[in-house]
C-alpha cells in the first residue's frame, strides 16, 4: 500500500535522511588503501548511535534473506553490487567501493548510498561513476506531481545507457518501512505507471554495471550480489520527498 507522508512525518524523515547524510560523509572521507570494511562499519555504527539513531539495515531479515543482516552498513568492493557484508577485507589502491546506510529516527526511515573511489582509479571507474550519479540526478528531476512513476525509471535507465542495469532492482518506497510501495524501477517508458503526489517519499537507486550485463549472482553469504560476469559496479541512492515545490533530497 502506497502511503502519503503529512508535514509532521516528513520532519522526522529529514532528521533520518541527515544522520544517513551525515554517516555517509563521515565514512567516506575514512576510505583509503589499507583500511579494513570492519573499520569502516564501526565508524558508521558510531556516527549512527551519536546522532542517537538506529540502524536500519542492522537485523532486518526480509522474507528472502537468511540469516538476517548482520551490520550496520552495506559495504560493497568492485563487482559487488549492493548487500556487501562488512568483512576483514583491507581495500587496496584502485577499487571502487559502494556504501549504502540507512537509519531511523523517530520511528521513520533515511535510506542513501554512494560510490567512492579508494586512491586512484582508472579511467572507466572514473566514468562508472560518474553516469550513476548522473542517473540519480535525472531520476530526481523527474520526481514531480503529476508525473508518472514510469519518468523516473524512464530517466534512469536513458541517462545509464550502455551500462547493465541490475534486473529486477530499483528503488522503493520508504517510510515507517525501509521498503514500502512502490517499486522503483531503473528501466521504464515515460507517461506510464503510477501518478506522483506530494508527500509521496521514494528511495531512488540506479545500479549499473559496468559491461552493460543486466546479470547479479547472489554470493555464499546470503547478501552479497555481485555482477555476474566480474565487471564492476556503481550505486547511488538517495530519499526524495514529492513536494509542490518540486523534489527534495532527504538524505543530504
Known sequence: MVTLKNQAELDQMRAAGHVVGVTLRR????V????????????????I??????SSFLGYRPQWAEP???ATLCLSVNDVIVHGIPTGRRLKDGDILSIDCGAIVGGYHGDAAVTVPVGEVDDAAERLMK???????????????????GDVSYAVESTARPYGLLEGCGGHGIG?????????????????????????????EPMLIESGGDEGRTLADGWSVATADGSRAAHFEHTVAITADGPEILTR
Open 27 to 30: 565514512v567516506a572521507d575514512a
Open 49 to 54: 548511535k551519536e546522532h542517537g539513531a538506529e
Open 68 to 70: 538476517p543482516y548482520p
Open 176 to 204: 515507517t518501512a525501509m521498503h514500502e510501495d512502490p517499486h522503483v524501477a531503473n528501466t521504464g517508458r515515460p507517461g506510464r505507471g503510477m501518478k506522483l503526489r506530494e508527500g509521496l517519499v521514494i528511495a531512488i
Open 131 to 149: 553516469v550513476t550519479r548522473e542517473a540519480l540526478t535525472a531520476a530526481i528531476a523527474a520526481a514531480v506531481p503529476g508525473g508518472r512513476l
Open 32 to 47: 583509503e588503501p589499507g583500511i579494513s570494511l570492519a573499520e569502516l562499519e564501526a565508524i558508521g555504527a558510531a556516527c
